[in-house]
């Protein structure tokens, strides 16, 4: 509705201010319309009320403080001079082996995934880095280790519970060894046990003596008082057996009440069997830390594995895990490197299969024996055991390196060419066999190559003179060694050449000969020659064995589910297309 | 696992201080005490301390003085059961705890960022006393030949810093 001109709200203001008042004095006001606006009242306080305080901390309380005090080490002060590497030239890294550790890395022991106090975590965290820390104690090395190398110590040194599995060559021994002396250092271990097979214990000493020279060590062997006395020798930090004397000597350490602080077990794969008298000889000592150095793990099946660990941490794993658990399981324990991944400028190997034409008079023998051999299973049909057919294969397998008629090889010859090649250019060869007889008829064969023997039948003694003959003397070429003596831990990567005179049942072992000289060191290309007989046994062995090549990796990368590997029954059997017999019912 | 409060008797104690910011919690204060082969003997760190936009403010230039010099740094060299030879930090401003303690401070950075400032080299470290430490110069070139002779002046802060980190998550 529109206000009539009189009643709007500027009227009314306007007669307020001037013409209304001045009427004021000669008459009446107007009354006021109620309707007009009021004026909005304006109220001013007397008293001003207090403006709020705002209250600005000062820094002054003082923070919280957490408080961890360290464990100070009991070995004396370093020398004042230090010589940290005997052999500064380093002729394998100069040789391309890899780069060794360079002074501006850091290689920094991370704490272990079970460990959960925090105050633990500290005492990893906060200790100096290896390269430091080996800077700092003035240690003497042969060589300066290479960046996987100190990583393997970073992982070892602050694990009571360790597998070192390394592919072979890459050092485990030298990485346990250096771990050991650190802690022995550092006063964490001043009882070591070292067990390995009899056939290393010299080899191991030389290691020891090499990387931890200022460590005593007492090799314990001899008669029962003897070893005695050596098991309770005072201030010897490190004690070095082969596994026969820990299984003898079993009831006398648990007499003497020895403890260690940290036991180390070499080709660890040894105990996998877990009732044989080895595992348990081994498990029964008392011990703080357990480390397993194995370049075969698994070698079988998952339950190698699952032996092992009944050693390094008892049920923690078992045999009913799926693969992928148990790879899951151990994953903070083991600790595995392979030579294309951490040595990317090593020599290379190269493989070559030979494979050889039997001679005639050999074939002929090999052909009667196999029909004689099948013909024979097949008469016992259900009674052929395994024995039986493993008697079968050894037999052709022989056959294969010597006609038992003639004493003719063709392998023989093969090799013997090779070798003259090998002579000429001043290198020289490792030869693998399964029979130290085969070893026998070979030197005889050899002789003008200067070759010499290494397997189980011979003297500790006898065969450490061997190695330091073949190592040092320029008229020996050839170094004939057994599978069994001579796969393992002995270090001959001055070798350039190896070959396979007849196969293993298994290829983890294989490697295990093969690298002894394509490991850490190797003076150039390592040349592999394995020998095989055309259209024989030895030419099926070697398929079944290529498919399950792969079984030890299978297991470690938590992948795929684990075969069987190696020969077994039905594989034997499967060599001459004959049924294995039906096993009896549980 | 050995965790003992003795020290060793004979040994000198080095003393690294530093300060982590943590864009959640605030400021960690860690110090490590080493001996001369740079293994640790003691080590004590901080809750954290979170300073506001008042405090800033009102502390101004002297905050970062006040806090790590008052704040941390002297209240983790109160803890320490070990006198170190020096205390070393990696934080210009931590050189302020030098007016709470009575053992020298100095300050270590790398060449490159403090070309031709004053102090002394110690491999590729610079170390550069606090002015109150000045005619010590010489004791602590002596100290720190020793320890550097082993390692790396710069290298125990990794350490703290690690450990911090831990702490956060654990």
Redesign the interface.
Known sequence: MKQPDDLAPSHAIRSLRGHDLRLQAVGRLPALDPRLPRPAALRLPLEATAPAA?R????DD????????????TAPP?AATAVRDRNPSRPDAADGAGEAASATR?T?IAPPRDVVK??????Y?????LE??L???RLEFPRQPFPFQLDGMAFLMPRHEAVLADEMGLGKSMQAISSMRLLVR???ARRVLVVCPKGLVSNWARELADWAPELTVAVIEGDPERRRWQWTLPDVPVKLANYEVIVRDRELVRELGLTFDLMVLDEAQRIKNRSSQTSQAVRSIERRRSWALTGTPVENSAEDLVGLFEFVAPGHISERMAPRAMGAAVADHILRRTKDKVLKDMPPRLNRDARIELTAEQRETYRRAEEEGVLRLSDLGREATIQHVFELVLRLKQICNFDTATGESAKLDCLAAELEEVQASGRKALVFSQWVETLGRLRGSLGRFGALEYHGGMSTAARDEAIRRFKHEKKHSVLLLSYGAGAVGLNLQFSQYVFLFDRWWNPAVEDQAINRAHRIGAAGAVTVTRFLSADTIEERIDEVLRRKRDLSDMILSEAGSPAASGLTADDLFALFKLAPPKRAAA | ????????PD?VAFGFLTAVESPTHGLF?GY?L????????????????K??R??QI??GAT?HG??HG???GA??LA?S?LEPAVVLTDIEAMLQVRTHTSHPVALVQRFEHHDGAAGFAVGGMRVSPHASDAARESALREHLAELGA???LG??F???R??ID??QR?
């Open positions: 705002v600005v901390a000062l820094l003082v923070p919280k403080v957490e408080s961890f005090r360290f464990a100070v080490a370093p850091r920094r925090l105050s633990e975590k500290f005492f965290l906060l200790q100096p880095d430091t820390m800077g700092a104690s550092s006063g964490e | 696992m050995q965790q003992q409060t003795e020290p060793r040994g204060g490590l080493v001996d001369a082969c740079g293994r640790p003997l003691e080590f004590h760190c901080t809750t954290p301390v300073v506001s008042a405090q009102l502390y905050l006040h806090l008052r704040q941390i209240t983790l803890e059961a082993a390692v790396d290298e125990p990794e350490r703290i690690a450990a831990e702490a654990h």
